[in-house]
């Protein structure tokens, strides 16, 4: 409509144009009139002033007495044919039509015409206004004219009526009305006038085209412009609520289907449900495969998934191996078993990546509404917890949400409840267990633990709250305190004239991927005053794999601060041992599962051998976990591991305990001795 409106201004803009021009027309015609009537009127003026000098005395007397003589025998009186002889005399050549004189009381007492002769034009205007001394002149229009000499047509004449005196001042003695024929002057105006306003329109014609082409031309910038913001915006919107990946619809998407789907279900009174699908050892093949390869199955699978649905199901890839459908209008909820069914079959099938074929599988977990749930969020939080339990089950199979989960999912909201609790209450706090020396034996480190004490529950192990609070998000707040209260109490054992050693912290996924990390590392070496060299942070390789190259650039920014980092449990995780050039490694930890069986079992023995000669290759540090007792800490020392850690030295001590053992430590350590 805008752009119409656009448009359409030069069109609007031509039409006012135009009447202007005509309105201009008719008021220079009207001024054009004005000058011709006051033209002939000057004429007429003068023609009387000389009529009035040079004829008027020798006819006065009869036109004063005209009055008095019958009409016939005026119109045949011998003395109008002498006024007729002088009068012709006076207008000749001019252009004038008619003359008539005509006494002081309206009476024609000549006339050019002679038929008007003897007729009253008492009631004429120009005649009364003549009579009172004032000149009045008209212009008419005649489609027939009946002249002096010939019957004329289509004439444009001014009629003036001049009163005549034979002085200016002298009273009104008769009226001479003088018609003059201004039809040539006329006709050429209007030619001109309409000539004029012709080429002022073609003028203004031509402006308004050029106008309209530029209008259009902006109109269809504009249009363009209007077109390709849709677009972006359309685009926008797709990409809101699309992978990028797959091209299917996603997480923010499903929310606002799901929704929609449930609210759907109440009304008609119709079942519904909500799968949920994650791919079982996935991570094994993106990790070995390489991320190209990951996006692939992703793709590949997400279409095959996407075959086997009816039309009317929705498919949302919900980000990393996660999938999920919403299944509408399902009769009855063994209906959603058979999708179910189909998807695990059709995922199973093999596929071909990097030229080698291969099989994956996936857990899927359901949930009905309305059976399981009323709403679309405790739907979706059935369908997980469904999901999780077919993982549980050793994957490649499904699950529908049953009560049970629900109590597990209670249990868990306890949990959090409490730990919220718990990080207010400070019922948190940290143990320390010592890492030795294979050489000296003294206690040259030392790894900082977290521990719970609830009042009712007693200490609660970090096995059963670390992911509770990776999950609720808590582990941000808390692994900020734990490394802030390791710096601390490393700085205060070194003011108490402890040799120094130093502490190391374990980070969590969610804490290594939260962008405060690096700062709050920072502040907690400024605040506490301990140098960096004190503290090391513990990564698992699970953190390191996801985002290689975020992970390489935060390792950087770390090591820039001055700290160590180590890579716990190490051995356990699916990455490429490639990895470990690039990051900047100070230690490994060999994880305690190789440790526990290394003086019965060969396979572990040499996996900690090769282990401890890639360290020593790379130049770097190597830290043996669990050890549990002489046998495998004279092993472990005989393979090269330069550090223990494990029950056979310590078990986790308070901070106090280990300050003691610390300070005492001049001499060879006794394992029992410290706890
Ligand atoms: N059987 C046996 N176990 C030994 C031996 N020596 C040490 N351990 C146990 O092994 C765990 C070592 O820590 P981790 O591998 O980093 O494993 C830790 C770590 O992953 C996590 N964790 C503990 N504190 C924190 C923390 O502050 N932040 C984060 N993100 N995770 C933490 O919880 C896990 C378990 O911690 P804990 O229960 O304290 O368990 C500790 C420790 O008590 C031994 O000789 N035999």
């Keep these: 409509m805008k ?20 309105l201009l027309g008719f008021h220079y015609q009207k001024l054009v009139r004005e000058s011709l009537i006051n033209g002939q009127q000057q004429a007429g003026l003068m023609l009387t002033k000389s009529y009035a000098n040079s004829i008027w005395p020798s006819h006065a007397g009869f036109v004063q007495r005209a009055a008095s003589i019958k009409h016939d025998n005026l119109r045949n009186s011998d003395e109008l044919q002498y006024i007729h002889r002088d009068l012709r005399r006076l207008v000749r050549g001019s252009n004038i039509l008619r003359v008539a004189i ?52 289509r004439r444009y004449v001014v009629t003036s009526h001049v009163p005549v005196r034979i002085l200016d001042a002298a009273p009104v003695e008769a009226v001479i009305a003088i018609d003059f024929d201004t039809t040539t002057l006329m006709n050429e105006l209007n030619y001109q006038q309409i000539q004029t306003i012709g080429w002022l329109v073609l003028v203004m014609a031509l402006v308004s085209l050029l106008l309209y082409g530029f209008t259009k031309h902006s109109d269809q910038l504009l249009e363009k412009q ?34 929609e789907a449930v609210f759907r279900a109440k009304r008609v009174g119709w079942t519904m449900a909500v799968m949920f ?60 078993a058979d999708v179910a069914n189909r998807v695990l079959e059709v995922v199973s099938q093999p596929l071909e990546l990097q030229e080698e074929e291969f099989t994956i599988s996936a857990s899927i977990g359901m949930a009905v509404y309305p059976r399981d749930a009323k709403s679309a969020e405790h739907l979706v939080k059935c369908a997980d917890a469904a999901m999780y339990r077919a993982k549980e089950m050793g994957g490649n199979c499904f699950s529908f949400y049953s009560q049970e989960m629900n109590e597990r999912f209670e249990n868990q909201l306890k949990m959090e409840t409490a730990l919220r609790r718990a990080v207010t ?22 790894e900082a633990l977290l521990r719970w004490k609830h009042p009712e529950w007693g200490i609660v192990p970090p096995s059963r709250f670390i992911s509770q609070l990776e999950e609720s998000g808590l582990i941000i707040q808390v692994g900020t305190w734990v490394i802030r209260e390791a710096c601390r109490q490393n700085k205060l054992w070194q003011d108490m004239g ?75 995780g699916y990455s490429s041992l490639s990895y470990l050039k690039r990051f900047p490694i100070d230690c490994l930890k060999i994880d305690r599962s190789f ?48 550090e223990m850690q494990g029950y056979y030295y310590s078990r986790p001590v308070d901070a106090n305990h280990l300050a003691s053992v610390i300070s005492q430590q001049n001499s060879l350590i006794s394992p029992t001795k410290i706890a």
Excluded at 104 to 133: F, M, P
Excluded at 247 to 257: I, L, M, V
Excluded at 306 to 311: A, G, N, Q, T
Excluded at 609 to 636: F, M, R
């Design 425 to 446: 209450n400070e019922e948190l706090f940290l143990q320390y267990q010592p890492r030795i020396c294979s050489h000296t034996q003294k206690i040259i480190g030392t």
């Design 595 to 642: 440790i526990t069986e290394i003086a019965s079992n060969t396979k572990d023995a040499a996996i900690v051998e090769a282990i401890s000669t890639l360290a020593h290759n790379l130049g770097i540090g190597l830290v043996a976990e669990g050890v549990e007792n002489i046998n495998q800490a004279k092993l472990l020392k005989g393979y090269g591991c330069n």
């Design 277 to 336: 699908l994650d791919l079982d050892r996935f991570k094994l093949i993106n990790d070995s495969l390489g991320h190209d390869a990951g996006d692939q199955l992703l793709c590949l699978t997400a279409h095959r998934i996407r075959e086997v649905l009816r039309e009317s199901d929705l498919l949302f890839r919900m980000g990393g191996d996660e999938f999920t459908v919403i299944l509408e209008g399902v009769k009855i909820p063994e209906q959603a």
């Design 498 to 572: 402890l040799e120094p050693i130093r502490v190391s912290v374990n980070l969590s996924s969610r804490q290594f991927r939260s962008e405060s990390l690096v700062n709050a590392v920072r502040s907690a070496l400024a605040d506490s005053g301990l140098e960096p060299c004190y503290l090391e942070l513990e990564l698992t390789e699970s953190l390191l794999v996801d985002n290689t190259e975020h992970a390489i650039s935060l390792m950087y920014a770390l090591k820039e601060l001055g700290i160590a980092l180590s890579i716990d449990d190490f051995g356990t």
């Design 226 to 259: 209007l077109l390709q913001r849709e677009k972006d915006i359309k685009h926008m919107r797709h990409l809101a609520y699309h992978d990028s990946l797959t091209g299917f619809p996603n997480r923010t998407s499903f929310n606002e289907h799901t929704e």
């Design 102 to 153: 005509i006494d002081i009381n309206g009476l024609i007492v000549y006339s050019t015409n002679r038929e008007r002769v003897g007729k009253q034009l008492t009631n004429d205007a120009g005649y009364q206004n003549a009579v009172t001394g004032t000149i009045h002149s008209s212009l008419s229009f005649h489609d027939a004219y009946k002249s002096s000499r010939a019957d004329l047509e």
């Design 3 to 22: 752009l119409q409106l656009t448009r359409h201004s030069s069109v609007i803009i031509l039409i006012v144009m135009i009447l202007v021009t005509i």
